[in-house]
Structures are given as C-alpha cells and as structure tokens.
C-alpha cells in the first residue's frame, strides 16, 4: 500500500510524475501553473497541423510529440491514435516513463478555494492517489483518510485498510464540462460550487470521466487509459474521455483498484462551441444509451489478473456485443488491441520502456 500520511507534507513526486497537455494552441496557460509545474517533466502531444511550431515557454523541462514523430514512432500502430481531437493525449501516457500522469487541457488555469487561496491541483491529485480508496462500502463522512475525518461507526473494520487508488478525477469552475445539449440551454451557466470533498466511486458504479484535470498511476492502470478513436475520419468525438473511464472503471473494479472524485478544482477557461461539440456528440448521445448498459453488466474472467488481460477482453466483448449496434465499434475493438500491443512495445514488462526514436523537440 502507497505510502500516505494525513499530516506529513504531501510528496511532490517531481521525478515519478509527467504532465501530459495536449494541444492545438499556443502554452501561455503554463505561466499560471509555473509555481506547481516548473518541477515537472511535460509530456506536450501537438494535435493538428504539424508544421505549427507550438511555443513553450522558457524554463520549462518538455518533450513534445507533433503527429510526425507519432507515426514515426508507433509506424501503423499509429492509427490508433486520434488526430483532430483531445484524445491525442493518450499518446503521452504510452511513452511516458513515470508511475504517475497528470493530464490537464490547456484551457485550464489555477482556481481559488473559498479563501481566496490558489489551488495546487497536482498536489491535491497526488494526495488523492497517494492515499487508499474505499470502493466497497460507502464512507458517509467522504474520505476517511483526510486529516479531520475518518471512518464513521458501522463501518467494517476489515474493510478500513481500503484498496490502492488508480485514478485521481478532478472537477473544474467555471465552465463546467456538460454536454452540447445542456451548453445549448444553459450558455451563461457558470459552475461556481466549490465543494470540498474527495468521494471514492464504489464499485459497480459507472461515471462520465472528463480528461480535462486528471490524475492516475500509470503503473496499476495506464494500459485500460486508451482514450478511444475520434476526431478526424470518426463519426464521433468528445467521448474519448468518457470511453477510458468506463473500460477503466470496468477493470478498477474487477482488480480491486480504487476511483476518486472531486477535489482538486481548475479554473475551466473556454467554453468550446456548443454547435461543433454537438455535431461530434450527437451519434454519441444515443449510442451511450447502448454503451452504458454494455459496461454496466461486463464482467472479467478471473484469470484476467494483468490490465492488459483485461483489456484485451474487453475488446473481445465490444466487437462481440456493440459491433451490431455499429461497425464504428469494430474498429474501436481493433484499436483497443492495436493501443495494448504499440503500449507493450513501448513498455515492455517489467523493464524500462523502449527509447523508441525519441520525440521531435526536447528542453534537454
Ligand atoms: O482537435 C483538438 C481540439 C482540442 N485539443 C486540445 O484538447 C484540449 C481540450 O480542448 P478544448 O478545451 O477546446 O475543448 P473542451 O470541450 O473544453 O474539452 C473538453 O471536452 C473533452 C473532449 O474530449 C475534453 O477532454 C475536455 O477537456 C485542449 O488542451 C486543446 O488544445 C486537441 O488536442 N485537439
Ligand atoms: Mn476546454
């Protein structure tokens, strides 16, 4: 069990964590986060257009991967990888080398607490996965390992060690992340409720995963992260995200892995265009009605112990079971194979990842 502790400071973790931010714009936002960032390595996965040089700014240590050095790097195995859409970002957490990945949408700045006093997302995060999650039973004092609270009675005792926590989801003011559709209703709807909680999701239950401020141990559930096929030449996009956190929970539950949500908050910026988001949405909005009751009755054979195992099933199963509901699923089963053998083939087990060609640009 990782080591945590409700009153020593929190471990900065500088040279176990890289920070993946995708990218189509220019990084002035990292300005804001220097405070918090600068320890850190940067993972950059430019989206789009190659040829645009992305600027990033003095003193910060980066590698940065443009759509040429994924193709070069992955070669077909690249297909897997959307282009034209955030879901690039999970090129960044194959060829990380870190335990831990902090992925956070260039539209997201430093928010403020109640008090007035700026949030340390990653802090929070590495707070979150540094400590157990309580998937079994529900703690209605929320974290129990959170200085001030605990475990309340009628608790079970042997349940209180808790189970190692794989994934770090945060929340954001500002603009809240809601779909076209409500954008639509409710364009001047600002989210200005700071709640200050961290809840575990039991086990069972399925959440909307936004990739926007999120945090997770790379080493317990990187390879179920693929954030699946949109963008350019997909009939869908703005649910790659979404797609991770249901193949990702499905697993989680089943290796009796830990999910956390809510605190850390980011200031969410941009509000991305209700019309656009809504023509990559749509085919989304009613398949999910299919999709949800998919991952809520999928269940893993015991012998899958390893998440590439798991994964590689729960592949099987989308072809199996969602190829009828559309042949878009087909493809999505083929690429959720296609991302574990290009994450194998950058991670070989057990030693250090393969220095495949190396990125385009670098600090060093
Ligand atoms: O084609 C693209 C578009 C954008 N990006 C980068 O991805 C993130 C998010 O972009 P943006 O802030 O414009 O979009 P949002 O609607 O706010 O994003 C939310 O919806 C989810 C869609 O999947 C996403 O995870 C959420 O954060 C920025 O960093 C853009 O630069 C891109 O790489 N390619
Ligand atoms: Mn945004």
Redesign the pocket.
């Known amino acids: 069990m990782a080591e945590y502790s409700k009153v020593a400071p929190t471990p900065l973790l500088k040279d176990e964590l890289d920070i993946v931010?995708?990218?189509?714009?220019n990084l002035d936002f990292l300005e804001m986060w220097r405070p918090f960032f600068q320890q850190y390595h940067l993972i950059i996965?430019?989206?789009?257009d190659p040829s645009k040089v992305i600027k990033v700014p003095e003193g910060f240590d980066y590698e940065l991967y443009n759509r040429n050095d994924i193709n070069r790097i992955l070669g077909p195995k690249a297909a897997c990888i959307s282009?034209?859409?955030?879901?690039?970002?999970c090129f960044g957490y194959m060829v990380s080398k870190k335990k831990y990945i902090f992925t956070?949408?260039?539209?997201?700045f430093v928010a403020k607490d109640p008090t007035g006093k700026e949030i340390n997302a990653l802090e929070q995060h590495i707070k979150n996965l540094l400590c157990p999650s309580t998937p079994f039973f529900f703690n209605t004092l929320y974290d129990p390992y959170r200085e001030g609270a605990d475990f309340v009675r009628g608790y079970p005792f042997s349940l209180r060690e808790g189970v190692p926590t794989a994934v770090s989801h945060g929340l954001w003011l500002n603009?809240p992340?809601y779909d076209a559709p409500t954008q639509l209703v409710k364009p001047l709807e600002r989210n200005t409720r700071f709640v200050d909680a961290v809840l575990t999701i039991p086990k069972g239950t399925l959440f909307p995963m936004?990739?926007?401020?999120l945090a997770f141990n790379r080493e317990l559930i990187g390879p179920a992260m693929y954030?699946g096929l949109?963008?350019d030449g997909q009939p869908i996009?703005?649910?790659?995200?979404?797609w991770a956190g249901w193949c990702m929970k499905v697993i989680c539950d089943h290796l009796g892995l830990g999910v956390k949500t809510g605190l850390p908050y980011i200031w969410?910026s941009?509000?991305?265009n209700p019309f656009v988001?809504l023509k990559?949405e749509y085919k989304g909005i009613y398949w999910q009605e299919e999709l949800i009751p998919f991952f809520q009755s999928a269940t893993l054979p015991k012998d899958c112990t390893t998440v590439q195992a798991c994964y590689l099933e729960l592949s099987k199963q989308v072809k199996a079971k969602l190829g009828k509901v559309d042949d878009y699923f087909n493809k999505l089963a083929d690429a959720m194979v296609t991302w574990i053998e290009a994450w194998d083939e950058l991670n070989p087990a057990g030693g250090k990842a393969v220095e495949l060609n190396g990125p385009a640009k670098s600090s060093k």
Do not use: E, L
């Open positions: 931010i995708p990218t189509i714009r996965v430019q989206d789009g282009f034209k859409d955030s879901a690039c970002r956070i949408d260039d539209d997201c603009i992340d936004c990739g926007m401020n954030f949109m963008g996009g703005r649910y790659d995200d979404m969410h941009k509000a991305s988001n990559k």
